[in-house]
């Protein structure tokens, strides 16, 4: 997984540049409780699974991501 994906995984915009003053802090407290929406790496809508133990997110072009629990 790469340290600095470009886009944001709960809301899908992009990370490095701020859309009229949205910074993201609040997709970081909301990634705290939910999983990620959105693929780090091409901001694609990813199809999303949770079950009460676990979940996990695919994204079409990049595959699986898991919860490690």
Excluded: F, I
């Amino acid at each position: 997984m790469d340290l600095n994906p470009p886009y944001c995984d709960h809301c899908g915009h992009p990370l490095a540049q701020a859309d009229g003053g949205h910074t993201h802090e609040a997709c970081q407290a909301a990634r705290a409780l939910e999983p990620p929406r959105y693929c780090p790496q091409c901001g694609r809508r990813m199809l999303v699974k949770v079950t009460p133990h676990a979940w996990s997110s695919r994204c079409s072009q990049h595959g699986l991501t898991t919860s490690t629990r």
